[in-house]
């Protein structure tokens, strides 16, 4: 005996009328003006920077030194100390901060539920999200700078103290929203709890976990005020991070920005664009490294 199908329902993808429709056109013109009136400054700032920075870039501006304080002419000094300096410094307050604040993420979402330690790392690590720079850089000049000296490691821990709570909150966030359906369907299975996370959770937050690593890697890379307690900002180069003063980008551009030479003002415009690339490639070679490790984990 044939059963007759019933007839499908078409669903109605029509646009919502009435007030619905009015309501709904409001809220994504105001949406679209919100995000112009937020990208202008960018732009201005963007094309300012490029506009009075690209004159000077050039490959010796990026690689010679040391960097003269004093000459006008912008073509006789370089920034490649302070290039150097940033990825030295940079390098090592990230690799200070990541792993932390991803561990402690994890140990707040996925094992310290309502535990008073994990409320008091929650609670402390909202506290230092909202602490100054200027600050951090004196907590490490007081507890580090005055006691081992000036140095690049010194400026890698205010930076790295400055990281930690961004990638905390960040990774924590992310990690709350991987469903709980994955890591039951892995219990099910009889993996353990260390397993789940490892290779469950972590894989389907990572996209999330690395863009709130670059937010923090972002900040630290253009903060200045730390260095300025931790690093001494000298004008040669110097390799090793972990003993003498350093240099870096950011407190290169407050140096000379506030000079009355020429010269000085065009280094710190050619230093503002070079600090703007390098954390532009960062971003694009994370993102790129993101999207073969989720494809190669499916």
Known sequence: MAVLAEPQQQVDLREPKGWRRTSNRIATFLMILSFVLVIIPLGFVLFTVVAKGISIISWQFLTSGPIPPNV???????????????????????????????????????????????????????????????????????????HFGFSGFAGALALACLMLPVV?????????LV????????????????????????????????????LAVARAAGETAPLLFTI????????NVFHGPNT?????IFSNATQPYTGAQDRAWGAALTLIAICFILMIAARVVTARFTRYSR
């Open 179 to 214: 469903p709980n359906s994955l890591r039951e369907g892995s219990y099910a299975l009889g993996a353990t709890k260390a397993r789940v996370t490892v290779t469950v959770v972590l894989p389907a937050a990572l996209g999330g976990i690395v863009s709130g690593a670059l």
């Open 72 to 146: 006008s002419p912008a073509s006789e000094g370089g920034m490649g100390p302070a290039v150097l300096g940033t990825i030295e410094i940079t390098a090592l307050a990230t690799v200070i901060a990541v792993p932390l604040g991803i561990l402690g993420a994890i140990y707040l979402n996925e094992y310290g539920g309502k535990n008073p330690l994990a409320a008091f790392i929650g609670f402390m690590s909202d506290v230092m999200t909202g602490v100054p720079s200027i600050v951090m850089g004196l907590f490490i000049f007081s507890i580090w700078v005055l």
């Open 248 to 252: 870096s980008l950011p407190s290169q």
């Open 168 to 176: 905390i909150r960040s990774s924590y966030e992310i990690l709350r």
């Open 232 to 239: 001494l900002t000298v004008t040669a180069a110097n390799p």
